[in-house]
């Protein structure tokens, strides 16, 4: 199986949601993320062109979009609300092009989210582009705006561009805990798993911890840095302190389903399956919508029990609460690799290449589909049955 640790923690769900901080895939957090804070603030016009902060005191605070009901920003946050996304980008367009000027930056992060959720990374960049050149915008939102650009540009393997970004967003709010969260973020998601970089890591989210205490996921996050580098250093002085770093985060926040997801990922390095397998069902009563928690026991089913069905049933779960689960794709057709279903395996890799997020995820799958591909050529040239070859396989031939 291609999935791992790390997979599972980049983002079986497609990545942002865990962090809490960014564009995602979820309309709740889109909707907040829009809001900034869920307060409806920005900047307006005063009539001669220049732009003014709108009060947050004419803002009601336990519903910021209270008297604006014929807004078209706020009939497309409604509709995001009742998960119905058909006329959204037309709204939310109508409110850049020509609605109230204090809905603007709201309509374009929500806006660009929604490209991001739909794959269309250079508009989304472009809608982010647009918040952060407008005038007299709150450095909140500012900082959003550009940590939102800098997800999307890691995605496009723009790394240098990224930290340009984080680098900007501490300039104008240098007490922004989502800068340090989501560096931290890139840096676990990489392929580069350097020393430097993941002492980066640890640093960023101790700061972040600092500034936002209460960031439940950054907890688990930090403990997960430090078993990335106790896993790079091969420090068992480390180990302690990953424990008890892990111990805390699920004592403080047990209704994180994501950060339960990472506690338990250690707890089967340290081959404590049954209490990580427990672990991964509290996480899936917590978030029954989440893939990451079927995928991890997918992939303990199959690594420690060589349970390859149960692997398979809980990839297909994983899928079936969200269909663009790029690991489970991937994972499935390994399995069918093993059991000679060929076919089926190409099908599942082009559904992990539609749904991927990232160049590096797109390339990864296509190599492996590419070597399927090149294997069953030569089967059929040479006359192999697809048995034959698995048990090849199988054999180490």
């Not at 993941?198 to 936002?212: F, M, Q, R, Y």
């Not at 403990?223 to 580098?229: E, I, N, P, T, W």
Request: proline share 4%; net charge negative; hydrophobic share 40%.
């Amino acid at each position: 199986a291609s999935g791992d640790a790390k997979a599972t923690e980049s983002g079986a769900s497609g990545d942002a949601k865990a962090t809490e901080g960014g564009a995602s895939c979820d309309a709740k957090t889109m909707e907040a993320g829009a809001l900034s804070n869920e307060k409806v603030t920005g900047a307006t016009s005063d009539g001669d062109g220049k732009s003014q902060p709108q009060p947050a005191e004419q803002v009601n605070p336990t519903d910021p979009l209270e008297g604006y009901a014929e807004q078209p920003f706020v009939k497309a946050v409604q509709l995001l609300r009742k998960n119905k996304f058909d006329d959204i980008l037309k709204l939310l367009t109508e409110a850049i092009d020509g609605g109230d000027p204090v809905f603007v930056p709201h309509a374009l992060l929500l806006r660009a989210a929604m490209h991001s959720l739909w794959r269309q990374d250079q508009l989304a960049v472009a809608d982010y582009e647009a918040v952060i050149n407008l005038p007299g915008l709150q450095p909140q939102m500012y900082s959003n705006a550009l940590v939102n650009k800098a997800n999307v540009l890691f995605g496009l393997q723009e790394v240098g561009q990224c930290q340009d970004c984080f680098t900007q967003a501490l300039v104008v709010d240098p007490a922004c805990a989502d800068v340090y969260i989501h560096q931290a973020r890139i840096v676990m998601e990489s392929e580069n798993q350097s020393l430097d970089l993941i002492s980066n890591a640890v640093s960023d989210l101790e700061t972040a911890l600092k500034l936002a205490p209460g960031h439940s996921y950054s907890h688990y996050r930090l403990a997960a840095a430090y078993h990335r580098l106790m896993g790079i250093t091969q420090s068992m002085q480390l180990m302690e302190t990953v424990k008890s770093k892990f111990e805390k985060a699920y004592r403080q926040f047990p209704s994180n389903a994501e950060g339960l997801v990472l506690y338990a990922m250690f707890l089967q390095d340290l081959q404590e399956l049954q209490k990580a397998e427990d672990v991964l069902m509290e996480a899936v009563k917590l978030e029954p919508g989440s893939p990451l928690p079927h995928f991890a026991l997918g992939l303990i089913a199959l690594l420690f029990h060589q349970a390859g069905q149960r692997a398979l049933d809980c990839m297909e779960t994983a899928i079936s609460v969200d269909r663009s689960c790029v690991q489970a794709y991937d994972t499935m057709a390994s399995l069918e690799l093993q059991r000679g279903n060929s076919a089926r395996a190409m099908e599942l890799y082009d559904k992990a290449i539609q749904f991927s997020r990232t160049k590096a995820e797109m390339a990864q799958v296509c190599i492996a589909k590419e070597l399927v591909s090149a294997q069953e050529k030569a089967r059929i040239e040479f006359g192999i049955s697809a048995q034959e070859m698995t048990e090849s396989f199988a054999r180490g031939e």
